[in-house]
C-alpha cells in the first residue's frame, strides 16, 4: 500500500508493509502531518514527558515507523538507515505555497486557455506545460498589460498580483477577472 502526505514544503509517498508502527501513517494518508514535525530542526516535535522527564519525540497519534520507543528496549532494532522523513527517495514533489489560476490567450488564433500555476513557477516553466496547447508557444512573445514578460522570474515579479486575498475579502467571484496574458506571434518558428 503506498501512502501519499505532505510534510512541510514535500509531497511524500511512503510503501506501507503493514508493519504496526505504520497505522498512525496510513490514519493520515493524503493529510497534512506538517504539525509532527518541527521545521526548524526537519525532525520530529520534541515535547518533555510528565512520568520521566525526559525529552521525547511528540506523537499525538501514537509512536509511528522510526520514532524510538519511549523507554529503552532490546528489541527496537535502530538499523535501519535514515528515518522515513528525512530520506529523499520517498520525496516525490514540493508543495506549492499557494496556487492560482491565469488566462492564456494566443492573439493570432484568439484561442484562451486556463491553466493553475504554482506561485513559485517561472513562466519559462508554465510556457513548458502550456506545449500541450500550441506547441509554438516559444515562438510567441509573452505579454502581460502590454509589456514584454520576463520568462525568468514568477508571476509576482512580473507585476502579476494576486488578488485572490482582496476578491475573497469583496466576496466576489474571481474567476471572471482572472490575469490574461497575451501571446504574440513572433514569425519565427525557429523558437519551436
Not at 525529552?55 to 529503552?72: A, K, N, Q
Not at 489560476?101 to 486556463?114: A, D, G, H, K, P
Not at 466576489?172 to 497575451?182: E, G
Request: glycine residues 4%.
Amino acid at each position: 500500500m503506498d501512502t501519499f502526505f505532505s510534510n512541510e514544503d514535500n509531497y511524500c509517498n511512503y510503501n506501507i508493509l503493514g508493519d504496526p508502527l505504520c497505522r498512525p501513517i496510513i490514519a493520515n494518508a493524503g493529510y497534512d502531518i506538517s504539525h509532527w514535525f518541527d521545521e526548524k530542526i526537519n525532525d520530529i516535535r520534541k515535547h518533555i514527558d510528565p512520568v520521566t522527564g525526559c525529552e521525547m519525540p511528540y506523537t499525538p497519534s501514537g509512536r509511528f515507523l522510526h520514532v524510538p520507543p519511549p523507554c529503552p528496549r532490546t528489541d527496537w532494532a535502530t538499523d535501519y538507515g535514515r528515518p522515513w522523513w528525512k530520506n529523499e527517495k520517498y520525496c516525490i514533489g514540493l508543495l506549492s505555497k499557494k496556487t492560482r489560476f491565469i488566462r492564456i490567450i494566443n492573439t493570432l488564433t484568439s484561442q484562451e486557455q486556463q491553466l493553475e500555476v504554482c506561485s513559485e513557477e517561472s513562466l519559462q516553466e508554465i510556457l513548458q506545460r502550456y506545449l500541450m496547447y500550441n506547441s509554438h508557444a516559444g515562438s510567441y512573445t509573452w505579454k502581460y498589460n502590454g509589456l514584454n514578460l520576463d520568462m525568468t522570474k514568477v508571476l509576482e515579479e512580473n507585476d502579476i498580483t494576486d488578488e485572490d486575498e482582496r476578491f475573497y475579502e469583496l466576496r466576489m467571484n474571481d474567476d471572471q477577472f482572472l490575469p490574461a496574458i497575451h501571446l504574440h506571434f513572433n514569425d519565427d518558428l525557429t523558437s519551436a
